[in-house]
T-cell receptor, first 113, second 117 residues
């Protein structure tokens, strides 16, 4: 079992839809959970981070972490064509000077006008 | 702000030769830079972490003598793939953490696609 599992998609939704992106993980030591967005031929950019369990909202984006289920989600409300990109989840246990991020494979999202 | 560049964006080299990839933080100082590798349909895998002025820390399974990393200044890190082979063909991405920022606040470069023939 891989440490982080993420459905690669592709996922196509109509403009205005609510998008749900998810990752599961196996390492219970993970404490930091991040979502990155990657446009074609660009490097990933940090969208949101969450520490431990709970929800975090930023505009149209909501990140949820359920450590008991080892499951994280990213919701995008009122999706726009400009949201079309690959979304990667990443996690870290951090500590002892380790900065290692463990990434999912990414989910390719297309928002159709 | 927080722009990271990589050069070249795409390189083709012959088996047995060496290739150098540069990673620059353009508008901030980066104490720490990270090098990742991504094979098709696979996730980003951390290869090594480099801190300015010190030796890089390599992840398990990454040959330090094959992938030479030099973080000579607060804005430049280089990755040299020595004696490249076709199995080294991949997408190499660097990221940089600004001095004083959290570890997860990494700014990524656009990546370098290496093809070894």
């Amino acid at each position: 079992q891989k440490e982080v599992e993420q459905d690669p998609g592709p996922l196509s939704v109509p403009e205005g839809a609510i998008v749900s992106l998810n990752c599961t993980y196996s390492n219970s030591a993970f404490q930091y959970f991040m979502w990155y967005r990657q446009y074609s031929r660009k490097g990933p950019e940090l969208l949101m981070y969450t520490y431990s369990s709970g929800n975090k909202e930023d505009g149209r984006f909501t990140a949820q972490v359920d450590k008991s289920s080892k499951y994280i989600s990213l919701f995008i409300r009122d999706s726009q064509p400009s949201d079309s990109a690959t979304y990667l989840c990443a996690m870290s246990a951090w500590g002892a000077g380790s900065y290692q991020l463990t990434f999912g494979k990414g989910t390719k999202l297309s928002v159709i006008p | 702000g927080a722009v990271v560049s990589q050069h070249p964006s795409w390189v083709i080299c012959k088996s047995g030769t060496s290739v150098k990839i540069e990673c620059r933080s353009l508008d901030f100082q980066a104490t720490t830079m990270f090098w990742y590798r991504q094979f098709p349909k696979q996730s980003l895998m951390l290869m090594a972490t480099s801190n300015e002025g010190s030796k890089a820390t390599y992840e398990q399974g990454v040959e330090k003598d094959k992938f030479l990393i030099n973080h000579a200044s607060l804005t430049l890190s280089t990755l040299t793939v020595t004696s490249a082979h076709p199995e080294d063909s991949s997408f190499y991405i660097c990221s940089a953490r600004a001095t004083g920022r959290e570890f997860y606040e990494q700014y990524f470069g656009p990546g370098t696609r290496l093809t070894v023939t």
